[in-house]
């Protein structure tokens, strides 16, 4: 018994040292991939890195041959070009005349305006102001030739200096350029009479031009050069570099890694090598003492396999990237290592329980079955043939959508089958499916088809007007539904048209009433303005024109507050001091508040309160807003002569307050329309009102819990107001 366990942790323990040495061997074989071209000969020479030092270098040997050949010795003239002049001198005009066109462009359309408004000053001032910025332009802008030959000088001097300094610094690199004849045009070589001797004698590395292109790269251009001026270019890097270089220090890193990686391919190789053939024995001869990788195993057959399938191309994928963003093979050696190192275990000993699995399913034929049973996707297909919801359009629309995919896909594997000139049995099954779903399609279009033309023929008289034409419902399913809907939707229709019609009438009374009301007051301002600006009027004419424009200012702020009042009970914005208020005495002390006004009209109050306090919690001072708007219209509105009743009682937990007078004008409108905002039933609108009064109390009452309604019988006008009351 002890020696069984012995063993049982001995290969346990194996089992995980041979999982960490195949994730070696898989790390080596990434860096391998990731570094393959450190592995050339002549691998920092070969590199991209030293092609691009080298083409820069040849492109400044070249400038310097060229475009600076005897440089220093050349005169400040000789140094310009008249073409170098003729380019400045043109890029400063074009410069300069943007500017001037973007000054004109800026005043262009003020200037216009003004002249068409007949303003000369403002024509006058835009005008100077920008000759006076184009002036200031043509003065910071007024260089000379000589000007520019200065600028050009100071340019190529810079040019050239750096240029120099640039191959200067890479004078490690030695070239060679000479014509066909072999005379030599330029080199930084002392005392050569032959390169070839040179080269054989010195070079660790050398490279000659033009030579035979197999691959285009970044020295194509040294080479297409060298041919088409029939030139030979040498570039050496000899052996007795110096060790302080750039170059050498490139070179030696090179190497370094590409030995690395030498060593790496030993390492992977005898990982592999002795890792994959115990992992296969202790699988196949002692998998009952891994006893981890056999829990992991039960586990993990209980997972479906379509979830199975998902998360090992999930993982497979973020290892990939993960694997393949490390750095595992770098000294010195941290602990870091250890940890990616185990990660890749980890994953290796995912991919073997994975592949245990598949070789488990291929014994076990009917095990593999079962798994497919349990899949998610068979378990939800399941449902959906059961489920009558899935049978709808939405569904069908699916299904046709797979179905027409799926066609695209096997026709292009039928073309792809017959340009490779492989017929047979896929080419049959693929033209089988075709066949079946063109006349599945056809049918199933035009059973559809009719139904559809049926409906858009019902709809189309619906949009013409004709509300009383019915589709015919027959057939099943979701259009069965569409048709019974549309038809339903008829009287529907009738009365959005009909509430359309009368908002679009209110929208344009809202426009009307608004616009009248601000201009009758705004317009008598102008006019008693105006009289106030004429010489010569009296002392008492001038009182007279003020105290006008004093009740119109007034009439013009009495609108904003009651707008501004409106705006806030749109939003919702509205503050509330709530407390508990006697409903009688605050309505008592709005009467009084128009004691003065009662007493001057013909009306005649009839009131009638109840001898016990009543209570509600209220705000105040909005509700006596409430009870001034009202009594307010009144006194506006009311028929001379006439009687005015206020009562106020309370019952079932509720305080009713009622207003009846008798209308001075015909009331011929809806009693809902009095609440529309800027809505007068003095449609001649020549009182003082707003329009607003009813809808903001009407608001008022809303937000704090009670109600606000009116009645019209004739020229009986009665305004009913229901507040929640409280114990007192």
């Given at each position: ?13 194996a ?15 990434n860096d ?7 592995l ?6 070969t ?8 083409v820069s ?39 300069l005349?943007n500017r ?16 068409q ?8 001032r ?7 910025e184009?002036?200031e ?18 340019y ?5 200096e750096?240029?120099?300094r640039?191959?200067e ?14 005379n030599?045009i330029?080199?930084n070589?002392e ?29 194509t ?9 029939n ?9 007795d ?8 220090k490139?070179?030696n ?19 592999l ?7 296969i ?5 002692n ?8 829990n ?8 479906p ?7 090992f ?13 490390v750095?595992?093979?770098?000294k ?7 940890y990616?190192l ?26 593999f ?11 939800l297909l399941?449902?959906?043939?059961e ?6 359009i939405?569904f069908k ?10 066609l695209?896909?096997i026709?292009l ?17 693929a ?19 009719r139904?559809?033309?049926?409906i858009?023929?019902?709809?189309e008289?619906?949009?013409l007007?004709?509300l ?11 259009l069965?539904?569409?048709?019974n ?7 529907g229709v009738?009365?959005a ?31 008693y303005?105006g009289l ?9 004419e ?26 806030k009970m ?5 503050d509330l ?7 009688t005495?605050l309505?008592?002390q709005?009467?009084?508040?128009f004691?003065e006004a ?5 009306l005649t109050?009839?009131?009638k ?16 807003r ?6 307010n ?17 309370e019952e079932d937990g ?9 209308s001075?004008?015909?009331?011929d ?6 609440f529309e905002r ?18 903001i ?20 006008f ?7 009351s409280?114990?007192e």
């Amino acid at each position: 018994m002890a020696i069984k366990l012995k063993n049982k942790y001995t290969v346990g323990i194996a089992f995980v040292i041979l999982i960490y040495i195949l994730g070696i061997s898989l790390l080596t074989a990434n860096d391998l991939i990731k570094n393959k071209e450190y592995l050339k000969s002549d691998v920092y020479f070969t590199s991209s890195q030293f092609q691009h030092d080298l083409v820069s270098y040849f492109y400044n040997i070249k400038n310097l041959n060229e475009i600076y050949k005897d440089y220093s010795l050349k005169s400040t003239d000789d140094k310009v070009t008249n073409s170098e002049l003729t380019l400045s001198k043109t890029l400063y005009d074009t410069d300069l005349s943007n500017r001037e066109d973007e000054i004109n462009g800026k005043y262009k359309y003020e200037i216009i305006n003004a002249a068409q408004q007949d303003n000369k000053n403002e024509v006058k001032r835009l005008t100077e102001a920008r000759d006076k910025e184009l002036n200031e332009i043509k003065l910071e802008n007024s260089k000379t030739i000589e000007d520019f030959k200065k600028e050009i000088v100071a340019y190529k001097n810079r040019d050239y200096e750096n240029i120099k300094r640039a191959v200067e610094d890479k004078s490690i690199i030695k070239y060679y350029i000479a014509d066909s004849k072999n005379n030599v045009i330029d080199t930084n070589i002392e005392n050569i009479s032959d390169i070839d001797e040179y080269i054989e004698k010195t070079a660790l590395y050398s490279i000659k031009f033009p030579y035979e292109v197999k691959e285009f790269d970044k020295m194509t251009y040294i080479n297409m050069w060298a041919e088409a001026n029939n030139k030979k270019i040498y570039f050496v890097v000899s052996k007795d570099i110096d060790k302080n270089s750039f170059i050498y220090k490139n070179y030696n890193y090179y190497n370094s890694v590409k030995e690395r990686l030498h060593k790496e391919i030993v390492i992977g190789i005898v990982s592999l090598l002795i890792g994959l053939p115990l992992l296969i024995l202790i699988l196949k001869k002692n998998n009952e003492y891994v006893a981890i990788l056999k829990n992991i195993e039960k586990w993990y057959r209980k997972v479906p396999l379509d979830i199975q399938l998902i998360i090992f191309i999930i993982y497979m994928f973020i290892m990939m990237k993960y694997i393949n963003k490390v750095v595992f093979f770098s000294k010195p050696y941290r602990f870091g290592q250890v940890y990616i190192l185990t990660i890749v275990a980890v994953y290796i000993l995912y991919l073997v329980i994975n592949v245990k699995q598949i070789i488990y399913f291929k014994g076990n034929r009917n095990e593999f079955r079962i798994g497919i049973k349990k899949c998610l996707v068979n378990k939800l297909l399941s449902r959906i043939r059961e489920n009558s919801k899935f049978q709808s359009i939405k569904f069908k629309t699916k299904i046709m959508t797979t179905l027409t995919l799926l066609l695209g896909l096997i026709t292009l594997g039928v073309f792809a089958c017959i340009k490779n000139s492989r017929e047979g049995f896929v080419i049959v099954i693929a033209i089988s499916y075709i066949l079946f779903y063109m006349i599945f399609m056809i049918y199933y279009i035009f059973k559809i088809g009719r139904f559809v033309i049926g409906i858009a023929k019902g709809t189309e008289e619906i949009v013409l007007g004709n509300l009383n034409y019915t589709i015919e419902e027959k057939g099943r399913g979701e259009l069965l539904k569409i048709a019974n809907n549309i038809n339903n939707m008829k009287a529907g229709v009738k009365e959005a048209l009909k509430s359309e019609m009368k908002s679009e009438r209110l929208k344009s009374e809202l426009i009307t009433n608004v616009s009248h009301d601000l201009k009758t007051p705004l317009t008598s301002i102008i006019n008693y303005v105006g009289l106030l600006k004429k010489e010569g009027i009296s002392n008492e004419e001038a009182d007279r024109y003020i105290n006008v424009l004093d009740r119109k200012s007034q009439r013009l702020k009495v609108i904003i507050d009651d707008l501004f009042e409106a705006s806030k009970m749109a939003s919702g914005a509205v503050d509330l001091e709530i407390e508990k208020l006697e409903v009688t005495s605050l309505l008592k002390q709005t009467l009084g508040e128009f004691d003065e006004a009662i007493n001057n009209s013909e009306l005649t109050f009839r009131l009638k309160f109840p001898e016990e306090k009543v209570y509600a919690n209220l705000d105040g001072k909005k509700t006596w807003r409430v009870f001034e708007n009202l009594i307010n219209n009144i006194l506006k509105y009311s028929q001379p002569g006439t009687r005015v009743y206020i009562s106020l009682k309370e019952e079932d937990g509720k305080i009713v307050i009622t207003m009846k007078n008798t209308s001075s004008y015909e009331m011929d409108f809806e009693s809902e329309e009095i609440f529309e905002r800027f809505k007068r039933g003095d449609k001649s609108r020549s009182t003082e009102g707003t329009g607003l009064g009813l809808s903001i109390a009407k608001s008022i009452l809303e937000i704090q819990g009670g109600e606000l309604s009116i009645k019209i019988d004739g020229d009986l006008f009665k305004a009913k107001i229901i507040i929640p009351s409280i114990d007192e």
